[in-house]
């Protein structure tokens, strides 16, 4: 595969999608302080009017939708969020850390591991209450943007490589997310509405097929009609975002052979076209400079471009927006005794112990049997750092809090737990890689 394939498939890179990541997850961070603290102090009357209370929506005849702020970020861009999401796994599983068996191997493994463990865990801490029992898919989740935000602390001291193993960890962990959201968080299913979001999902897949590459035709008909219709079936409408990913066309309108052959032809034709004597372009320089535009344009895929141009949107703007209007809970009472919730000690326990051990165990049979390897430059060490790192599940833990509990008292219960373990999960993964460093100086 030549260098242009390569980053032609890559999406707009590794090292690119590891930094926005890595930037977004600091600003989580900030984002999540800000939203405690407002939650907290005495305007808390305000915050939860404006995400709990305000009202938003819009009246087309006799047809009304209107919900509050709170429900329109977790069903409407939360949509949006497992769309990219959707985008990135497609991406990893054709020409990604997931494209191949060898590759996909030992993340897969340690995803799977990463999601068994902290629901066991989970399940046998809140056996006994049938109400208690509904967060087991809580701690199964792996907050991306955080995690890497943390490790991009640490610089040029980790390998690319434990980046990249943690990159495909989360995306593969974000798969079973997903998974669990339609199967085990539907409790009541329209058939006939899911009967209309298959017959879209089917134009788009033939829309796919026919070569029609128009981002705002997958737009509209996933909006108006996927979307639509998952948010009245029942089954969570963040799972169409997924899904209509799914359809987005992979294949360029120009190969990469004819690429560069008509590019060698139009660079060859500006290079002997007379310059002016000004700092203007000629017509005929503008013209071919465009048509250049044009041609690159045509080399990349829909999905790249639309992964491209949506990612920052996500890192920067849904995400931050998700974080404020959902980690902002208000401790009425003692602190304490909501940690000590059997709740929260089942998540605490399943994401800071279960993604540890499912994690590091896993992997570490996959090794053994030589199922698959360690990535080059990573040791067993930066593993564990890892499956600690691994155990911040804030983003999705957070969105599954609000999918499994009816009661605002187990959601905050269930938050305050959640933001407990990220905590905790942050300093001893921090610290393990960290720990690692010293003791290589001193060698």
């Known amino acids: 595969m030549s260098a242009i394939r390569r980053k032609i498939t890559s999406g707009f890179g590794i090292?690119?999608?590891?930094?926005?990541?890595?930037?977004?997850?600091?600003?989580?961070?900030?984002?999540?302080?800000?939203?405690?603290?407002?939650?907290?102090?005495?305007?808390?009357?305000v915050y939860h009017y404006i995400w709990y209370e305000l009202q938003a929506g819009f009246t087309f005849g006799n047809f009304t939708l209107e919900s509050?702020?709170?429900h329109w970020i977790n069903d409407g861009l939360m949509a949006l969020f497992f769309f990219t999401i959707g985008l990135e796994i497609k991406r990893e599983v054709l020409a990604g850390e997931l494209s191949s068996l060898k590759k996909a191997s030992l993340p897969i493994f340690a995803a799977i591991g990463g999601m068994v463990v902290p629901a066991v865990i989970y399940s046998f801490i809140n056996s006994g209450d049938p109400d208690y029992i509904k967060g087991w898919g809580i701690p199964m989740a792996t907050d991306i943007a955080f995690a890497l935000g943390l490790l991009s602390l640490l610089g040029n001291r980790v390998s690319i490589n434990l980046k990249i193993f943690l990159t495909a960890l989360a995306i593969a962990d974000?798969?079973?997310?997903?998974?669990?959201?339609?199967?085990?968080?539907?409790?009541?299913?329209?058939?006939?509405?899911?009967?209309?979001?298959?017959?879209?999902?089917?134009?788009?897949?033939i829309a796919n097929k026919a070569g029609v590459r128009r981002t705002t035709f997958y737009a509209i008909v996933g909006l108006l009609g996927v979307w639509s219709s998952f948010l009245y079936s029942g089954v969570h409408a963040t799972v169409a975002g997924v899904l209509i990913a799914m359809?987005?066309?992979?294949?360029?309108?120009?190969?990469?052979?004819?690429?560069?052959?008509?590019?060698?032809?139009?660079?060859?034709?500006?290079?002997?076209?007379?310059?002016?004597?000004?700092?203007?372009?000629?017509?005929?320089?503008?013209?071919?400079?465009?048509?250049i535009c044009k041609l690159t344009d045509d080399s990349h895929t829909p999905l790249q471009k639309l992964e491209h141009s949506l990612h920052p949107i996500v890192a920067y703007f849904i995400l931050p927006i998700f974080a404020i209007s959902n980690a902002g809970i208000h401790v009425d009472g003692s602190i304490v005794s909501l940690v000590f919730h059997p709740i929260s000690i089942g998540i605490i326990a399943g994401l800071l112990i279960g993604k540890f051990v499912g994690i590091t165990l896993f992997s570490w049979i996959a090794v053994k049997f030589k199922w698959a390897s360690l990535p080059v430059n990573v040791n067993w060490r930066q593993i564990y750092g890892v499956g600690f790192?691994?155990?911040?599940?804030?983003?999705?833990?957070?969105?599954?809090?609000?999918?499994?509990?009816?009661?605002?008292?187990?959601?905050?219960?269930?938050?305050?737990?959640?933001?407990?373990?990220?905590?905790?999960?942050?300093?001893?993964?921090?610290?393990?890689?960290?720990?690692?460093r010293k003791v290589r100086k001193k060698s």
């Open 389 to 436: 790192l691994a155990g911040i599940g804030f983003t999705m833990s957070i969105f599954i809090t609000d999918l499994a509990f009816i009661s605002e008292e187990f959601v905050e219960i269930a938050k305050v737990g959640i933001i407990t373990d990220s905590i905790l999960a942050a300093i001893i993964g921090m610290a393990i890689l960290s720990w690692r």
């Open 15 to 45: 090292n690119n999608f590891v930094r926005e990541e890595s930037l977004a997850g600091i600003l989580l961070i900030l984002v999540t302080i800000f939203a405690l603290f407002w939650a907290n102090s005495k305007y808390y009357d």
């Open 68 to 70: 509050s702020l709170h």
């Open 174 to 205: 974000d798969l079973g997310a997903i998974l669990i959201i339609a199967v085990f968080y539907t409790e009541t299913i329209d058939l006939m509405e899911l009967v209309y979001a298959g017959f879209f999902l089917s134009v788009l897949f």
């Open 247 to 291: 359809t987005i066309p992979v294949r360029p309108r120009v190969r990469e052979n004819e690429f560069i052959t008509r590019l060698g032809s139009l660079l060859d034709r500006f290079k002997r076209e007379k310059p002016n004597n000004s700092t203007l372009l000629t017509e005929k320089q503008s013209h071919l400079i465009n048509d």
